[in-house]
Protein backbone atom coordinates (compact mmCIF):
# COMPACT_ATOMS: atom_id res chain seq x y z
CA UNK A 1 0.00 0.00 0.00
CA UNK A 2 1.14 3.36 -0.61
CA UNK A 3 -0.26 6.75 0.98
CA UNK A 4 0.90 9.93 -0.76
CA UNK A 5 0.88 13.23 1.50
CA UNK A 6 2.53 16.60 1.02
CA UNK A 7 -0.12 18.35 -1.34
CA UNK A 8 -1.72 22.11 -0.46
CA UNK A 9 -1.79 25.15 -2.51
CA UNK A 10 1.54 26.97 -3.24
CA UNK A 11 2.03 30.50 -4.85
CA UNK A 12 4.14 30.39 -8.53
CA UNK A 13 7.72 29.84 -7.99
CA UNK A 14 6.93 28.45 -4.71
CA UNK A 15 8.46 24.62 -3.47
CA UNK A 16 6.78 21.62 -1.90
CA UNK A 17 7.85 18.38 -1.12
CA UNK A 18 5.43 15.42 -1.51
CA UNK A 19 5.84 12.32 0.17
CA UNK A 20 4.88 8.78 -0.32
CA UNK A 21 5.11 6.19 2.37
CA UNK A 22 5.24 2.33 1.68
CA UNK A 23 3.57 0.37 4.38
CA UNK A 24 6.37 -2.58 3.51
CA UNK A 25 9.83 -2.71 2.09
CA UNK A 26 10.49 -1.26 -1.22
CA UNK A 27 13.80 -3.41 -1.44
CA UNK A 28 11.99 -5.36 -3.79
CA UNK A 29 10.34 -2.73 -6.54
CA UNK A 30 11.99 -2.47 -9.68
CA UNK A 31 11.03 1.12 -10.07
CA UNK A 32 9.15 3.45 -8.24
CA UNK A 33 8.30 7.52 -8.81
CA UNK A 34 5.58 9.66 -9.59
CA UNK A 35 2.75 10.63 -12.17
CA UNK A 36 0.01 13.32 -12.36
CA UNK A 37 -3.29 13.86 -13.53
CA UNK A 38 -4.72 17.56 -14.08
CA UNK A 39 -8.60 18.31 -15.06
CA UNK A 40 -9.12 16.90 -18.59
CA UNK A 41 -5.90 15.61 -19.11
CA UNK A 42 -4.56 12.62 -19.59
CA UNK A 43 -2.05 11.08 -16.42
CA UNK A 44 1.30 11.89 -17.19
CA UNK A 45 4.73 10.75 -16.16
CA UNK A 46 6.50 12.83 -13.51
CA UNK A 47 9.54 10.48 -12.67
CA UNK A 48 10.09 7.17 -12.71
CA UNK A 49 13.59 5.72 -11.04
CA UNK A 50 14.03 2.32 -11.36
CA UNK A 51 16.19 0.07 -9.03
CA UNK A 52 19.75 1.07 -10.35
CA UNK A 53 19.03 4.29 -10.26
CA UNK A 54 18.20 5.65 -13.57
CA UNK A 55 16.22 7.83 -13.31
CA UNK A 56 13.31 9.50 -16.05
CA UNK A 57 11.68 12.86 -15.30
CA UNK A 58 8.67 14.05 -17.50
CA UNK A 59 10.47 17.06 -20.19
CA UNK A 60 7.93 19.76 -18.34
CA UNK A 61 9.77 19.28 -15.00
CA UNK A 62 13.21 18.51 -15.61
CA UNK A 63 15.27 20.96 -13.69
CA UNK A 64 12.37 21.54 -11.63
CA UNK A 65 11.49 18.25 -9.87
CA UNK A 66 13.91 15.15 -7.99
CA UNK A 67 12.78 12.26 -6.62
CA UNK A 68 14.59 10.63 -3.88
CA UNK A 69 14.15 7.09 -2.25
CA UNK A 70 15.01 6.34 1.47
CA UNK A 71 14.84 2.73 1.67
CA UNK A 72 15.64 2.04 5.06
CA UNK A 73 12.04 4.16 5.56
CA UNK A 74 10.49 2.74 2.97
CA UNK A 75 9.78 6.17 1.64
CA UNK A 76 9.56 7.90 -2.10
CA UNK A 77 9.72 11.93 -1.67
CA UNK A 78 9.29 14.38 -4.75
CA UNK A 79 10.95 17.62 -4.30
CA UNK A 80 9.17 20.35 -6.51
CA UNK A 81 10.85 23.86 -7.12
CA UNK A 82 9.96 26.76 -9.32
CA UNK A 83 6.33 25.56 -9.26
CA UNK A 84 4.16 26.60 -12.31
CA UNK A 85 0.12 26.79 -12.51
CA UNK A 86 0.74 24.21 -15.16
CA UNK A 87 2.35 21.82 -12.33
CA UNK A 88 -1.38 21.89 -10.75
CA UNK A 89 -2.46 18.32 -10.34
CA UNK A 90 -3.38 15.27 -8.35
CA UNK A 91 0.16 13.88 -8.12
CA UNK A 92 0.02 9.74 -7.80
CA UNK A 93 2.65 7.32 -5.90
CA UNK A 94 3.56 4.75 -8.41
CA UNK A 95 5.72 1.39 -7.43
CA UNK A 96 6.39 -1.75 -9.69
CA UNK A 97 6.83 -5.13 -8.68
CA UNK A 98 6.88 -8.15 -10.77
CA UNK A 99 5.42 -6.62 -13.76
CA UNK A 100 2.66 -5.27 -11.82
CA UNK A 101 2.09 -1.43 -11.44
CA UNK A 102 0.68 -0.15 -7.73
CA UNK A 103 -0.72 3.13 -7.37
CA UNK A 104 -1.27 4.72 -4.01
CA UNK A 105 -4.25 7.66 -3.64
CA UNK A 106 -3.42 11.11 -4.72
CA UNK A 107 -2.40 14.55 -3.08
CA UNK A 108 -3.65 17.21 -4.85
CA UNK A 109 -0.84 19.83 -5.20
CA UNK A 110 -2.74 23.33 -6.57
CA UNK A 111 -0.08 25.83 -7.85
CA UNK A 112 -2.40 29.43 -8.33
CA UNK A 113 -1.81 33.37 -6.39
Known amino acids: QLQASGGGLVQPGGSLRLSCAAS????????MGWYRQAPRRQRELVTL???????DYGESVKGRFTISIDNARNMVYLQMNSLEPEDTAVYHC?????????WGQGTLVTVSS
Open 49 to 55: RARGGLT
Open 94 to 102: NAVHSGLSF
Open 24 to 31: GSIFGFSA
